[in-house]
């Protein structure tokens, strides 16, 4: 029905287009009704420069006719520039009577993806809409890519559990049934765990939800609370070095936690039997930063690359070990992009890493000074806390 609208509100004067308009119009109005009947053109050209969607109107000979104000924005554009010529050739297959419906993808950056309908009208005319539906196409490969990677993840445990729970029948050995099925209770856990974390990411590609007020510090903790959790009887001594202020940032607080809990897992998990692992945070006129440093295994130069993809594990059997999904540090980079931020990475084989989220100061609510053991005291001591806005952060640093 787009190009019955086009016809009547674009084509102005043109005999078919007023002809349509007030035929269209008679079943619904009065004869006293004809002026808004010759109005009509002039309101549906407003209404289709409201639309998101770009409208294109050629005449019979190529020529353009009409575009509606999305359209005018794209046109010239870098973007346009390509769309124009897959315009051309679907509103000239249009002209001569045939319809088209693609989609053209562009790789960016940033990636669009755009839904090009071409339709012939009468007399020779043809109409072409454009809508971006980049934001439906991208929910629409996370879901393809989701489905992909739990029937990829799960396989190997689900397999191994079929397997496990084969060899138990007809087994009368109780040491055997014993250790078979505390295999399977751990292959069940490390699936459960691929759930989880396939989920998270999963939400958190999802899109940004900066609407709560975070204390960074409370982060910080509970993510420290977190590598504790798994540091099976490693005795892995993790510890928090935080700046004196206590930040207050606008921000995803569950996001922020899975993605710096996951640096402090992997630090526990990969640091040696009595090892140091230490979580600093710092804030200056370029931003935030919370620095996670180990003295573990470290990861080879070779691999610096490619640790924040899905599933790419540096060691596959260490990880088997530490029942590492393959997606912590995918999530780490997601959550970072949500804020504005980034994460860096250095490491030296054998001497350990250090993760470094950097987080933008445009983040920052306020910031209240004092807020380590010490400062806390002298803060309850004076009755009074002292407070800073971004602004005045960047002040006290230049």
């Known amino acids: 029905m787009i190009w019955l609208i086009v016809v009547v509100s674009l084509l102005g004067g043109a005999a078919a287009g007023v002809l349509g308009a007030r035929r269209w119009m008679a079943d619904a109005q009065s004869p006293d009704d004809s002026a808004a009947a010759d109005d009509l053109g002039t309101v549906l050209r407003m209404a289709a420069d409201e639309l998101d969607l770009g409208v294109i109107v050629v005449a019979a000979d190529g020529s353009s006719v009409y575009r509606n104000r999305a359209a005018s924005a794209m046109h010239g554009t870098h973007v346009g520039i390509i769309v124009d010529d897959h315009l051309s050739r679907a509103l000239d297959a249009a002209r001569g ?32 809409t454009v809508e971006d539906v980049s934001e439906r196409s991208r ?3 996370m879901r393809t890519d989701f489905v992909a990677n739990i029937s990829h993840e799960l396989k190997t ?3 191994a559990i079929a397997v496990l729970a084969e060899a138990l029948f007809g087994e009368t050995d109780r040491e055997v049934i014993d250790r078979v099925a505390g295999r399977m209770v751990d292959e069940s856990h490390r699936a459960v765990r691929a759930i989880d974390d396939l989920l998270e990411l999963s939400r958190i590609e999802a899109g940004r939800l900066l609407e709560e007020t975070v204390a960074l510090d409370d982060v910080v903790q509970a993510a420290i609370a977190r590598g504790k959790v798994v540091d099976s009887s490693k005795n892995v001594s993790v510890t928090a070095i935080e700046c004196s202020q206590r930040v207050l940032l606008r921000a995803d607080g569950r996001q922020l936690l899975a993605a710096l809990g996951n640096l402090v897992e992997n630090a526990v998990k990969y640091s040696e039997d009595d090892g140091t692992v230490q979580v600093r945070t710092r804030i200056d006129d370029h931003g935030i930063e919370v620095l996670v440093a180990d003295q573990g295994i470290g990861i080879p130069a070779r691999d ?5 993809e899905r599933f790419y594990r540096v060691d596959r059997a260490r990880s088997r070990e530490t029942g590492g999904s393959g997606l912590g540090l995918s999530i780490v980079r997601h959550v970072a992009s949500n804020h504005g931020g980034e994460v860096l990475l250095s490491s030296e084989e054998g001497e350990g890493s250090t993760f470094v989220l950097r987080l933008p100061l445009s983040l920052v609510l306020s910031v209240e000074e004092g807020s380590d053991t010490a400062g806390s005291a002298d803060t309850a001591e004076s ?3 002292e407070h800073s806005t971004p602004d005045t952060i960047r002040e006290q640093h230049q």
């Open 304 to 308: 610096l690359e490619r640790v924040f």
């Open 157 to 159: 445990p689900v397999g």
């Open 139 to 141: 929910i629409n490969m």
């Open 383 to 385: 009755g009074h806390s």
């Open 97 to 128: 009577g045939s319809s088209t419906d693609d989609l053209v993808e562009l790789h960016g950056p940033p990636r669009v993806a755009l839904q090009l309908v071409a339709e012939p009208m009468p007399n020779g005319y043809a109409v072409a």
